[in-house]
Nanobody, 125 residues
Framework: QVVESGGGLVQAGGSLRLSCTAS????????IGWFRQAPGKEREGVSC????????HYADSVKGRFTVSNNNAKNTVYLRMDNLKPEDTAVYYC????????????????????WGRGTQVTVSS
């Protein structure tokens, strides 16, 4: 099970840090993905990280603004979001996959499982 936290309301240009914490398993054996879903839109991939070696990947829409990281001791993955824009407003989810890295970086929700309930991020203009 994974649990997301850290969402909230922030003004455009502001920052938030989301957390994704696992219970019952360790992240070392998985690639962790961050996804988001805005109302009326499909779920889209944002970023992923391989906690075992630190490899990261970002969607073009967030590259340079979002940073994914992990703390293996806390079994937690973070998504630092800077320079937030109103179009970043969505429910953010984390999920896991054991698929190869070259598959995970496609950031397709179909390749990930063990979804959390999500955390709401709202960016006001």
């Amino acid at each position: 099970q994974v649990v997301e936290s850290g969402g909230g309301l922030v003004q455009a240009g502001g920052s938030l840090r989301l957390s994704c914490t696992a219970s019952g398993f360790t992240f070392d054996d998985y690639t962790i993905g961050w996804f988001r879903q805005a109302p009326g839109k499909e779920r889209e991939g944002v970023s992923c990280i391989s906690p075992s070696d630190g490899d990261t990947h970002y969607a073009d829409s967030v590259k340079g603004r979002f940073t994914v990281s992990n703390n293996n001791a806390k079994n937690t993955v973070y998504l630092r979001m800077d320079n937030l824009k109103p179009e970043d407003t969505a429910v953010y989810y984390c999920a896991t996959t054991t698929r190869p890295w070259w598959t995970a970086i496609r950031l397709s929700p179909a390749n990930f499982g063990s979804w959390g309930r999500g955390t709401q991020v709202t960016v006001s203009s």
